[in-house]
């Protein structure tokens, strides 16, 4: 069945450092990738999608490559900011499994000044 | 920005009580969903909505488990008798198909704690 791997956390990083935190999946067709944020005391936040092969999703600095080739869609930023500090989740919807989402265990990051 | 409400934003119950957990979706959307984490796991499905009646639920999704939107907005779920090991978040979810790609639109979520 559909389902989504990422990388475990937690990942404390200094400030500007480069983040990638990387998500691999597994679907019966062709899937729309997602990668959601959750700052705390918050719900699941969007932070950018790609709905087919190649596409790249990118949102407030961070990027993410639909790669199908690799069956990945890593989640990286340049140089990371305090404020990023948050819960990052990655997620599919396969249109051929109906509406549900499938989602990874998320990877907690930490960014200190 | 429209946005999900749930509440109550933590509810601490006993074992074999029962719980109703609410959400107001956005009010143009017309599929609603409920997903739950237990801490440090996946976001796991429950169950989708649409046209008044479940259009998907998951094997968690059994018969302690139920949805209801009683009036225009509010859409609940109810755990008839609560075991320890419901004990999880719990998130609601709306989507407009019409407003492209499958973007679910998440609530900050309900604790539940069964003890």
Known sequence: GDSVTQMEGPVTLS???FLTINCTYTATGYPSLFWY????GEGLQLLLKATKADDKGSNKGFEATYRK???SFHLEKGSVQVSDSAVYFCALSDPHTGNQFYFGTGTSLTVIP | EPEVTQTPSHQVTQMGQEVILR???ISNHLYFYWYRQILGQKVEFLVSF??????????IFDDQFSVERPDGSNFTLKIRSTKLEDSAMYFCASWDPFAGANVLTFGAGSRLTVL
């Open chain 1, 37 to 40: 944020v959750q700052y705390p």
């Open chain 2, 23 to 25: 959400c107001v979706p």
């Open chain 2, 50 to 59: 649409y046209n008044n009646e479940i259009s998907e639920k998951s094997e």
């Open chain 1, 69 to 71: 080739e690799t069956t």
């Open chain 1, 15 to 17: 400030e500007e450092a």
